[in-house]
């Protein structure tokens, strides 16, 4: 079965770090690009990070940019997001997602056909 | 920066209903549009990419339209099972993979 698992979320004061992880199983996770995407409580999603499969092209949504850090370990199948410098507005439900890069005619579709079930991190004091 | 918008933000429906959600880019992004479904305490699961393409396993009452900067999502007829929250997402250009607002389809 495909699948995506995260883990690592929690409690954790402003100012602080927290590392997730998210463990791939189904698929070969090498040859897929992944994403993190959260969802803050009672609302939409916001795209956070990219990574493309070798870790040759990553990405960040400017509200993480400089705090966050997005990496991968393909002979552990595995994702991972540093988190520092923690703030309450990123609390959220944390997703990681693959990119099934889609082929379209001649272009390629980036679209998140997996997802995992979310972990959810809370910053507060 | 690429700004998606949906409309409406909300709608009321009954079962059996052609449902359609707008969503639109603030400039040109192609046909790198896709279209996610949420339902509460869950992952969102992909419907439509590139605009119309529908993804496997999804029921044929969803359909994908549009290219440039408009876009729609209908359900041709509403089922239960489909009373959820639905986003448009853009693969254009940064800031990549922005997601529209959201649109929470509920019964009326």
């Known amino acids: 079965e495909v699948q995506l698992v995260e883990s690592g979320g929690g409690l954790v004061q402003p100012g602080g770090s927290l590392r997730l992880s998210c463990a791939a199983s189904g698929f070969t996770f090498s040859s897929y690009s992944m994403n993190w995407v959260r969802q803050a409580p009672g609302k939409g999603l916001e795209w956070v990070s990219y990574i493309s499969s070798s870790s040759s092209t990553i990405y960040y949504a400017d509200s993480v940019k400089g705090r966050f850090t997005i990496s991968r370990d393909n002979a552990k199948n595995s994702l991972y997001l540093q988190m520092n410098s923690l703030r309450a507005e990123d609390t959220a439900v944390y997703y990681c997602a693959r990119d099934a890069a889609f082929k379209v005619t001649v272009t390629t579709n980036s679209a998140f056909d997996i997802w995992g079930q979310g972990t959810m991190v809370t910053v507060s004091s | 920066d690429i700004q998606m918008t949906q409309s409406p933000s909300s709608l009321s429906a009954s079962v059996g209903d052609r449902v359609t959600i707008t969503c639109r880019a603030s400039q040109s992004i192609s046909s790198y549009l896709n279209w996610y479904q949420q339902k509460p305490g869950k992952a969102p699961k992909l419907l439509i990419y590139a605009a119309s393409s529908l993804q496997s396993g999804v029921p044929s009452r969803f359909s994908g339209s549009g290219s440039g900067t408009d876009f729609t999502l209908t359900i041709s007829s509403l089922q239960p099972e489909d009373f959820a929250t639905y986003y448009c997402?853009?693969?254009?250009?940064?800031?990549?993979?922005?997601f529209g607002p959201g649109t929470k389809v509920d019964i009326k």
């Open positions: 997402q853009q693969s254009y250009s940064t800031p990549l993979f922005a």
